[in-house]
């Protein structure tokens, strides 16, 4: 056999032209990055990170004050994302399953209202969804002096405030004092990622439980376990092998998804990187310090998911 | 009535909750069709929204407004031309969905399609005059942005597909890599790399058109995406195709095109078509890297002016329903052809 026509050497010499080729594009590309920073005095190199941020964020776990270095901001932010993410996925993990189990109600009212439900808010794009409710929140709610409490929480145009261990909040002057107040952008962004990403883990859910054969759900109800009972106990714990892989992907599309924040103004760690490119010109670093963060996230997220998924899925012999 | 029995009102429980239902149903229509339709205002009359405002819709900011919500900041004489552009282009992915067009030829009346597309928007020739990329916007850049780049990305994803596959592990590792970095991070960031550092990777001189840019990240992006649908399409064709191909003597690009793409494509159709309405949902994105869409059209209609600022919410919902009607037109699509493909299967 000649050498030109030899299988194995031929694949040796395409993957060497396939790396030369993307190694070729990305000195190509670093050279005129380089370059161009140099023209443009850019300034490059993470050393920015210890500086001083010189902007304040309006809500943060553990406080932050301007005169604090940009990491801490990153930081900041970071937890901003991940507060609102996680919180995010417990909530629209209930709705959605809520949906998507109310799709095989006898109730036609509920199997309908399931529906239209889903349709509704998976065709609609989460941004608009998003601006819809800040909107919502900071134009169409009353001001605190009008507002009157709902069970102990006032909401109003400054937020939610609710009670927290036996801090009651009451009205005081303008405004309302005690309690802890959740700010309408992070209420907004988590209000608009649980209802989207509730509509797409209801239809995984659906199909999850549709993929569970009729005869379980006929076979439970012979042993005389109620509907709800052969929901709980026998068709959701099968359809979960079904359900989780989808479901991871969703976690990490909320996640991602939270990083429209920066629409409605929340300091997310998006928010945060736009900021500190504005104010540093440091595009370069600070898009990686996203990309790092978010691959992290995803990165992690999966390998807890598949652990669970480990466990729910069939032992075979 | 048995109907109404089996359905609503089959024991205790079922009954309580359709009363309960019906009851905060019949709340919510009400309030909804006193807002919106009863008490609504639909002439462009600030005045009179004004006087309604709290008690019912002003419809009138979409009468007033829908020609700057719709086709952006093209200039006002010449919006003729998007208007004839979006029809067209909107025709033919009508077309593109019919089962009587799919044929060769359909690529090249696309790359017609588009050239008048371009010719049409951005002029400069036939005595039409030049409205440069920066004024294009609304929905006729929603509907480029969202074809383009899915048009784009398909066959890019298709080599990230087969290269994932391939028994080489270089080339498979740099798609891996590929398709794993750009699904890990939010699309947001890949429109901030468009945005801030495309530019930067140009060499000097050399500047690019910020909706070209945007187009080559939503392609970028969307070809992650739809890589992995056509990988899915890939591993559901039997072992056996790929050794009866190979025993016939065909090359490893004959056998892609003639035995196993065409089969694997037919499988992944409404994936396909799942990415299309993702990307035509994700477009309301690059309203924050300053490119004025359907979502930034709006802003930029409403914001602009005093007399009307009050009645954005309106606008939002009009401009949802325009979503809403392609999203859920293609996703019965989808449903259709997911039918079609599973019948063939039947057989």
Redesign the interface.
Known sequence: MSFWRNQKIR?WL???A??LL?VLCVAI?AD??L???R?RGIQSGFGFLLQPAGFDISESLFGFESTQPYWKAFLTGLGNTLKVALIGIILTTILGVLLGVGRFS?????RG?CLMYV??F????????L??WY??LV??LPTAREADPFLGMFLTKTGLTLPWFGDMPVKAGFGIKGGINVSPEFLALLLGLVIYTASYIAEIVRSGIASVSRGQHEAALALGLSRGQAMRLIQLPQALRVIIPPLTNQYLNLT??S??A??VGYPDL?SI??TS?NQTGR??EC?AV??AV??TL??LTSVLMNAYNRRAAIKER | MAWLRANLFNNMFNSAVTLLLGMLLVYAVSHLWGWGIHHAVWAADAEQCNAARGAGACWGVVAEKYRVIIFGRYPFEEQWRPFAATLLLMALLLASCMRMFWKPWLAALWLGVLAVFFTLMHGGVFGLSVVTTDQWGGLPLTILLASLSVVGAFPLSILLALGRMSALPVIRTLCTVYVELIRGVPLISVLFMASFLFPLFMPEGFSIDVLLRVLVAMTLFAAAYLAEVIRGGLQAIPRGQYEAAASLGLTYWQMQRKIILPQALATVVPGIMNNFISTFKDTSLVTIVSLYELTGSLDLAVNSDPNWMAYKLEGYLFIAAIYFVFCFSLSRYSQWVERQVNRGKAH
């Open positions: 694949g395409y993957q060497l396939a790396l993307v590309l005129n990055t370059e161009n920073m023209t006898q109730n036609i009212l509920i209202l349709e509704i998976r065709n609609i794009p989460l941004l608009l969804q601006l819809m909107l919502l134009e169409f991602k998804n990083s429209l920066v629409a998006v990187a736009n490119i595009a370069v898009i996203i990309m978010y691959l995803s990165l």
